[in-house]
């Protein structure tokens, strides 16, 4: 459909005061560039920038009516339970014509949850075999 | 090779004071029962138990005589880079006749972050279509 081409989605990640921290989310999103032409971007809720709210700002000057978050989150606490529908109760009442969701986090969702256990199956076999 | 049914794998997580942050881990560890007879468990950072050192410490006690980490971290920060080598060398100590070794973070492996963001694109595209 036509509107999937100006859906926007944003990565959102905890944020570390570890400048190497953000280098997995960002491979992410270069895998995503590589697949799509669709508005991609990256943001964190804490200690890292850009903020959430800077990305969705961003993404709406740009001309983005509809955007998807992505938690990348292995589990879920507060952050994710709290914070996240605030700030994007927020973002909604910022910019009345934006349609602005969420996915569950990518860690409660069975086909992460199933590449994860593939992978700690084969990491073990390897070193049984050594 | 006969090696590998004597492998134990210990899923290690940050932990969270929240005890629902958990249940994604659990998910995977069955998902990882449901395939292998070897011994595998999960353990803890800090706020939950049990920690890494009382799940080496079981397996141990069960007769395995190598064990594999598997740090279900998204990211690398002083968690995975400065605590997790202290514990396994202090583990190490302890057990003169184990092979202890452990995996690289979870997000920092291809096949993970492919998955994550094959996931980021499917639910954007969703959203776009709805």
């Given at each position: 459909?036509?509107?999937t081409?100006?859906?926007?989605?944003?990565l959102?990640?905890?944020g570390?005061?570890?400048?190497?921290?953000?280098?997995?989310?960002?491979?992410?999103?270069?895998?995503?560039?590589?697949?799509?032409?669709?508005?991609?971007?990256?943001?964190?809720?804490?200690?890292?920038t850009?903020?959430?709210?800077?990305?969705?700002?961003?993404?709406?000057?740009?001309?983005?009516?509809?955007?998807?978050?992505?938690?990348?989150?292995l589990?879920?606490?507060?952050?994710?339970?709290?914070?996240l529908?605030?700030?994007?109760?927020?973002?909604?009442?910022r910019?009345?014509?934006?349609?602005?969701?969420a996915?569950?986090?990518?860690?409660e969702?069975?086909?992460?949850?199933?590449?994860?256990?593939?992978?700690?199956?084969?990491?073990s076999?390897?070193?049984?075999?050594?």
């Amino acid at each position: 459909m036509i509107a999937t081409a100006t859906t926007g989605t944003i990565l959102l990640a905890h944020g570390s005061r570890d400048p190497q921290w953000r280098l997995p989310f960002e491979s992410i999103l270069k895998k995503m560039q590589a697949q799509s032409t669709a508005p991609l971007a990256l943001a964190f809720l804490e200690s890292m920038t850009p903020t959430l709210e800077q990305t969705i700002d961003e993404m709406v000057a740009a001309g983005t009516k509809q955007i998807h978050v992505v938690p990348v989150f292995l589990a879920v606490g507060s952050h994710v339970r709290k914070d996240l529908p605030n700030l994007l109760e927020t973002a909604r009442q910022r910019h009345p014509g934006l349609t602005l969701e969420a996915s569950a986090a990518i860690g409660e969702q069975d086909v992460i949850q199933e590449a994860i256990a593939q992978l700690a199956l084969r990491a073990s076999t390897l070193a049984g075999s050594k």
